[in-house]
């Protein structure tokens, strides 16, 4: 939380924290972060508003997308 709020604030990453978009709607974006080697976080980002959305593995993601 802490880290994509400074994110968002400075324009700056943390070294490891690895941030990209997976997903970009007309409604708004999703983006991902590598949290650690096997866990990955997705939220929202919708205007000035972020929602996160879930935390799991690569595959869990990739599934999550998948759906919609």
Avoid: P
Avoid at 26 to 36: M, P, T, Y
Wanted: charged residues 30%; contains cysteine; positive net charge.
């Amino acid at each position: 939380d802490e880290e994509i709020r400074l994110f968002y604030e400075t324009g700056k990453l943390r070294c490891g924290l690895r941030i990209k978009k997976v997903y970009e709607s007309r409604h708004g974006q999703i983006l991902e972060a590598r949290v650690s080697r096997s866990l990955r976080i997705l939220w929202s980002r919708q205007q000035n508003q972020i929602t996160f959305m879930m935390l799991g593995g690569h595959d869990a993601v990739k599934n999550f997308l998948k759906n919609l």
